[in-house]
């Protein structure tokens, strides 16, 4: 059984850090592909950060060189590093894995707060 757990999330003041991980259990983690995505209040789940197996990355212009993605292969587990937060990076922070298959996993979600 595939499982995606998110931990890390909480409430941060603006310009402060915090850093999110997913622990992933069930997959083969050389065949997957992980991201993080989020939703805020009112709006569609959109897509922070990305990795793929060969662990090229990839940011849209909101987070790019705020947020870092990365991937430990031993501890089978995927990161989100966020610094500089703001108030509109409030929403909550879900964990993707994507096999080579194109099947799609989603972690339970995890609150992150920013306030100003």
């Known amino acids: 059984q595939v499982q995606l757990v998110e931990s890390g999330g909480g409430l941060v003041q603006a310009g402060g850090s915090l850093r999110l991980s997913c622990a992933a259990s069930g997959l083969s983690f050389s065949t997957r592909s992980m991201g993080w995505h989020r939703q805020g209040p009112g709006n569609q789940r959109e897509l922070v950060a990305s990795?793929?197996?060969?662990?090229?990355?990839n940011y849209p212009d909101s987070v790019k060189g705020r947020f870092t993605i990365s991937r430990d292969s031993v501890k089978n587990t995927v990161y989100l590093q966020m610094s500089s937060l703001k108030p509109e990076d409030t929403a909550v922070y879900y964990c993707?894995?994507?096999?080579?298959?194109?099947?799609?996993?989603w972690g339970q979600g995890t609150q992150v707060t920013v306030s100003s």
């Open positions: 993707r894995a994507t096999t080579l298959g194109g099947t799609t996993y």
């Open positions: 990795i793929t197996n060969g662990g090229s990355t």
